[in-house]
């Protein structure tokens, strides 16, 4: 169960940072920096996922 939560929890935090990146894209101007930090902390949830489900 716990791990449930955990991924539960992660997909979540997945799916706001998607959300964010979006916006900041769709801005006129984005700001590249955020972007990439965006991506970044997306990369790090994903991989914690891949190791949760193994």
Do not use: G
């Not at 991924?7 to 998607?18: D, F, I, M, P, W």
């Not at 916006?23 to 994903?46: A, G, T």
Request: include cysteine; aromatic fraction near 0%.
């Amino acid at each position: 169960m716990i791990v449930d939560e955990a991924r539960s929890s992660l997909e979540t935090n997945h799916a706001q940072l998607e959300k964010i990146l979006l916006e900041e894209l769709n801005r006129l101007q984005p700001d590249q920096s955020r972007v990439s930090q965006i991506k970044k902390q997306k990369l790090v949830i994903k991989d914690k996922l891949l190791k949760i489900c193994k």
